[in-house]
């Protein structure tokens, strides 16, 4: 299998695809969306729903677990209701968390990419 390796992120190809994850219950307590991936190049974050999400890493830059709350909202990430969509490159790698402003069983979907 080929190895690809562009902007420091490991790249395995070739593409699957497939990797399309729904979530319909989404709230305002934050769930693991992605668990970390080494081949991990992009996440596409679509909020098709009507509450706005946020979305964060799992860890800060230093290592320590990142924990937000609807009041901490420090490195968090907003995909804005009714069709927002937010697209992250490059050093996306780790594990990725959602919650939502207000609310529960929101839809998230969230698509994540090797290239």
Same mark, same amino acid.
């Given at each position: 299998?080929?190895?690809?390796?562009?902007? !420091?992120?490991?790249?395995?190809?070739p593409a699957s695809g497939g990797k399309v994850w729904p979530f319909?219950?989404?709230?305002?307590?934050?769930?693991? *969306?992605?668990?970390?991936?080494?081949?991990?190049?992009?996440?596409?974050?679509?909020?098709?729903?009507?509450?706005?999400?946020? /979305?964060?890493?799992?860890?800060? &830059?230093?290592g320590t677990a990142l924990a937000p709350t609807t009041s901490a909202?420090?490195?968090?990430?907003? /995909?804005? &209701?009714? !069709?927002?969509?937010? *697209?992250?490159? !490059?050093?996306?790698?780790? !594990?990725?968390?959602?919650?939502?402003?207000s609310a529960s069983a929101n839809p998230l979907t969230v698509m994540?990419?090797?290239?």
């Open positions: 299998m080929a190895q690809i390796s562009a902007n !420091g992120a490991q790249l395995i190809g319909n219950t989404i709230s305002t307590t934050p769930i693991q *969306v992605l668990a970390p991936s080494p081949s991990r190049a992009a996440i596409t974050f679509h909020n098709p729903g009507t509450v706005d999400i946020f /979305v964060a890493p799992t860890t800060q &830059a230093n909202l420090g490195g968090c990430f907003l /995909v804005f &209701a009714n !069709g927002g969509q937010l *697209v992250i490159s !490059g050093e996306c790698q780790t !594990g990725w968390q959602a919650f939502s402003r994540e990419s090797n290239l």
